[in-house]
Every structure is written in structure tokens, then in C-alpha cells.
């Protein structure tokens, strides 16, 4: 196959599995977090700080925020398809660069099945067809390790090598925090270890690197902390850490699926993993590389899972060195189709294996579009309530939200939303205002709210609504 065609193939590939019905369903999990920052950004333009509601949020760094509210601004529309657009374009990127700068390297036919491996297995797809930070920032990683291995691996300069793979992990901790660098730097040490070249990163390219990527957070992180004054986000920043590390509760009592929601991550492409053999690899560099990749990526897939506060999805930027494993492996055949257990062998058809893993692949491709406009379509949660509201408040008029949590239904409420802080903020001409059920009481006692009457009771999901409830209110008169 050709460059031209393998490239066709590999859009094509993604065209179906995250296209297809991309916007049919309604935002889900943290979605919301990721787009009401968006739309508040528009709406006020402050870039520099995301907020939900009234408050800052600053959770997590702006990166997929901007990115969101890029997509609104450059479509005009804002939908779930220009939302989750960016996730599917940038998992798409990155399979193009392995394909064509890396194809040299490890080979056409390793780069064409590495970027098929990448863009269809179960954890990308899950992430790539939302807009949540997984699939953006696991592609910052991605795009930041192959550009580092290609260009260590084809021996181009120091100062390309080990700068161009640091602008993309700067970018990364603006997505989601630094914990991606350790990963990068358990791979990379890894390979260079295996290759006996350990010196390379003693190089003064590395440290240009390293400046480049803090500079790239410290444009957002100094006027944020200028802005914020006496609310430092450090405080939250620490929280967060710690959640990732001693976990919550409900996350403890399932540390127990870690694994086995983590291997699911790999699937169908992981059923090779049992019959590779790196001996068969040709190319010494090659053979070490991925040998040396295996290490780091076994290494951290299990300290990741075994700390009780994590999540499955955190080790999914190990499917950049999975991608480039299974390519490599595939094209030098590298496999040996039987399993060993002491002095018994197993053998099992290759036909099965390879069987199950296409499969696999094409019913992931179909059934997660199939998903969005079945079951997700049935259950949705959202937009039911935005329809009693936009049953009541004409589009033309103003809702006027106050001390609200995060809810993020309002999305979907036509009307031009706005944010108070309190209910005496709330203009003269105002006539709809959403409040939790606690402002009742102090309602009846202000005068020029004597004719205001709750028409709406919205309900608590605590799962989706984060425990939280609003009444609708409309003044008479």
C-alpha cells in the first residue's frame, strides 16, 4: 500500500469511529466543566481565567477551555459536534504524524498499523468522541513522544530533539497538570537505557527544553496568580494532587477494577500482546527500542493502578508506546503463537488471535456511534430540563442565575444566561431567575420581588447535577 492510500485509510478509519453521530448525544460525565468555561469565556471575554458561574475554575488549566471556545467562535455554533470536534481532530494528528515522520523510522507498515492501533482502541475512542481532557491531552503526550523517539532514533539534532517533544508537553500540563512528564521521562530513560545512551540527555538542548516548556505555563500561570489576587488557586492545585494520589472514597472502594478496567483501555490490540517476541526483531535499535519501551510502560502501568486514589484513565498516554510496540511487532512479524506456562506450551491459531482483534476493532467502530443515538439518546438528563425551562423563558429574554453550583443543563437553555452573585444584583427589568430552593423564604421578604412565583422545580442528580436543585422563578407585572 502507498503512502497516499495508507494515509486514506487510516482518515477514513477515523471518519467512522469518531464522526459518526459524534454530536447525537448530549454532554455527559465532565463535559460540562469543559464547556460552560467556554461559553462564559465568549460571553464576557475573559480568556485568562475559565469560570463556572460565578466562581473561578480553576480545577484543572484553561488549555481545552480555549480550545473549546475556538471551536464555537471558528463554527459559529455551539453544539456537542464543534465541542467535541477538537478531541477527534487531535487524536486524527497525531495518527498523520506517526504515519508519515515516523513511517521511516520504525517502518510504512509498523506506522500504519501503530496509527490504526492508536485510533482504535477502546480507551481513545471512549475519550476521542467527548470533550473531556483525555483525549487532548494524552495527544499532546503522543505528539510530544513520537516527534522525540523519530527524532532521536533518525539522529537529528539535539536542539530539535530535545525541544520541539518539550513545546508539546508544556502544552500538556496546560491541559491537564505535570503528571504526563513523568511518564515521558520513564519512556524515553527507558529506551535510552536500553541503548546505551543514557549521556544523551546530558545535552544543553535538553535544558533549552525544559525552559521552553515552563515558559509555555508560565504565560497562563503569572497573570493568573496576578489576577486572582488574594485567591490562590495553589491551595485547589494541592487538592487535586492529593485526590490523584490517596483518592476519595468511592474511588477506593473500586481500586479493584484498576486493572481490570485498565488492561479494557488496550482492547482488541492487547490480545497480541501475549505472543510478541522481541527477539524476532531485526533491527537492533528497533529490538531495543521496543524492548526498552516495554519496561517503562509495564513499569508505570502498574504503579499507576496500584496507588488507591487513581483512575484507569491515567495510564492512557501508555497508548503511545503500545502504538508504536504493536506496529513495530507487526511488521517484522515479531510473534510467536503460543503461550508457555513452565514446561507445558499452548499453542493457538494465529487465524483466532488476529481474527478477534479485527473484530474488535471494527465493532468498536460501530458500536460506539451506534451507542450515541440509542442508548445515550434514552437517557439523557440534560435537555429534558432545559425544556421546561425553555418552556417558560422566551429565547429573546434574560435568565438571570444566582449563587448557583454548577449545573450544567443551562447549556442547553436558549435564553442569554447570566451569572449573579447575589440576589441583589438582579436588575429592574428582570423577569426570570433561577435561585436554589434555600432563596425562597428570602424572596417573599423583598418588596420588589412581591410578584416574583416559582413556575419550575428542576431535580437533584446527584451523579450529573453534583447534588444540585433550582427553582425557576418568573415576576408578574
Given at each position: 500500500?502507498?503512502?497516499?492510500?495508507?494515509?486514506?485509510?487510516?482518515?477514513?478509519?477515523?471518519?467512522?469511529?469518531?464522526?459518526?453521530?459524534?454530536?447525537?448525544?448530549?454532554?455527559?460525565?465532565?463535559?460540562?466543566?469543559?464547556?460552560?468555561?467556554?461559553?462564559?469565556?465568549?460571553?464576557?471575554?475573559?480568556?485568562?481565567l475559565p469560570y463556572v458561574g460565578t466562581e473561578p475554575y480553576l480545577r484543572k488549566p484553561p488549555l481545552i477551555n480555549w480550545i473549546v471556545a475556538g471551536s464555537f467562535k471558528l463554527f459559529g455554533v455551539r453544539n456537542e459536534w464543534t465541542a467535541r470536534l477538537p478531541s477527534a481532530l487531535s487524536l486524527l494528528g497525531?495518527?498523520?504524524?506517526?504515519?508519515?515522520?515516523?513511517?521511516?523510522?520504525?517502518?510504512?507498515?509498523?506506522?500504519?498499523?501503530?496509527?490504526?492501533?492508536?485510533?482504535?482502541?477502546?480507551?481513545?475512542?471512549?475519550?476521542?468522541?467527548?470533550?473531556?481532557?483525555?483525549?487532548?491531552?494524552?495527544?499532546?503526550?503522543?505528539?510530544?513522544?513520537?516527534?522525540?523517539?523519530?527524532?532521536?532514533?533518525?539522529?537529528?539534532?539535539?536542539?530539535?530533539?530535545?525541544?520541539?517533544?518539550?513545546?508539546?508537553?508544556?502544552?500538556?500540563?496546560?491541559?491537564?497538570?505535570p503528571a504526563h512528564i513523568i511518564f515521558f521521562y520513564v519512556l524515553i530513560c527507558s529506551v535510552l537505557w536500553k541503548n546505551h545512551r543514557l549521556g544523551d540527555l546530558f545535552h544543553p538542548a535538553h535544558i533549552v527544553g525544559l525552559v521552553c516548556a515552563a515558559g509555555i505555563v508560565a504565560a497562563w500561570v503569572i497573570p493568573c496568580l496576578e489576577a486572582l489576587n488574594s485567591q490562590s488557586p495553589v491551595r485547589?492545585?494541592?487538592h487535586e494532587a492529593a485526590l490523584a494520589f490517596h483518592g476519595e472514597k468511592?474511588?477506593?472502594?473500586?481500586?479493584?477494577?484498576?486493572?481490570?478496567?485498565?488492561?479494557?483501555?488496550?482492547?482488541?490490540?492487547?490480545?497480541?500482546?501475549?505472543?510478541?517476541?522481541?527477539?524476532?526483531?531485526?533491527?537492533?535499535?528497533?529490538?531495543?527500542?521496543?524492548?526498552?519501551?516495554?519496561?517503562?510502560?509495564?513499569l508505570l502501568f502498574v504503579i499507576i493502578l496500584v496507588i488507591p486514589g487513581t483512575l484507569p484513565r491515567y495510564v492512557l498516554p501508555l497508548m503511545a508506546p503500545f502504538s508504536w510496540i504493536i506496529g513495530v511487532a507487526c511488521a517484522n512479524n515479531a510473534f510467536e503463537w503460543s503461550i508457555r506456562f513452565k514446561r507445558f506450551q499452548f499453542p493457538v491459531p494465529r487465524i483466532l488471535v488476529a481474527s478477534s482483534v479485527a473484530?474488535?476493532?471494527?465493532?468498536?467502530?460501530?458500536?460506539?456511534?451506534?451507542?450515541?443515538?440509542?442508548?445515550?439518546?434514552?437517557?439523557?438528563?440534560l435537555k429534558p430540563v432545559a425544556a421546561k425551562i425553555n418552556a417558560v423563558v422566551p429565547p429573546d429574554q434574560h435568565l438571570y442565575a444566582i449563587d448557583l453550583p454548577f449545573l450544567p443543563y443551562l447549556f442547553y437553555v436558549r435564553a442569554n444566561v447570566s451569572y449573579l452573585r447575589t440576589i441583589d444584583q438582579l436588575p429592574?427589568?428582570?423577569?426570570?431567575?433561577?435561585?436554589?430552593?434555600?432563596?425562597?423564604?428570602?424572596?417573599?421578604?423583598i418588596y420588589?420581588?412581591?410578584?416574583?412565583?416559582?413556575?419550575?422545580?428542576t431535580p437533584k442528580y446527584p451523579p450529573t447535577f453534583r447534588g444540585g436543585e433550582s427553582v425557576l422563578f418568573v415576576i408578574d407585572g
Open positions: 500500500m502507498s503512502r497516499l492510500a495508507s494515509i486514506l485509510v487510516i482518515i477514513a478509519v477515523w471518519a467512522v469511529t469518531y464522526l459518526t453521530n459524534l454530536g447525537s448525544s448530549e454532554f455527559r460525565s465532565e463535559e460540562g466543566h469543559r464547556v460552560i468555561p467556554a461559553v462564559q469565556m465568549l460571553q464576557s471575554g475573559n480568556y485568562l497525531v495518527a498523520l504524524l506517526l504515519r508519515t515522520i515516523a513511517g521511516s523510522t520504525p517502518g510504512e507498515v509498523a506506522a500504519t498499523l501503530g496509527a490504526l492501533c492508536w485510533l482504535t482502541n477502546l480507551g481513545l475512542i471512549e475519550k476521542g468522541r467527548m470533550i473531556e481532557i483525555e483525549a487532548i491531552y494524552v495527544s499532546l503526550f503522543g505528539l510530544a513522544f513520537f516527534s522525540w523517539l523519530t527524532l532521536w532514533q533518525f539522529k537529528r539534532s539535539p536542539w530539535l530533539t530535545f525541544v520541539v517533544p518539550w513545546i508539546f508537553l508544556g502544552l500538556g500540563i496546560l491541559a491537564k497538570g485547589i492545585w494541592a468511592s474511588r477506593s472502594e473500586n481500586w479493584w477494577l484498576n486493572f481490570p478496567h485498565g488492561f479494557a483501555y488496550f482492547l482488541p490490540w492487547i490480545l497480541l500482546v501475549p505472543f510478541i517476541r522481541f527477539h524476532k526483531i531485526a533491527d537492533p535499535l528497533q529490538r531495543e527500542t521496543v524492548r526498552g519501551l516495554a519496561f517503562g510502560s509495564i473484530v474488535g476493532v471494527v465493532a468498536a467502530m460501530i458500536i460506539f456511534p451506534v451507542r450515541s443515538v440509542t442508548y445515550l439518546k434514552r437517557h439523557e438528563r429592574p427589568d428582570a423577569r426570570f431567575f433561577l435561585v436554589t430552593p434555600n432563596y425562597q423564604k428570602k424572596i417573599r421578604k420588589r420581588l412581591a410578584h416574583a412565583r416559582p413556575v419550575v422545580w
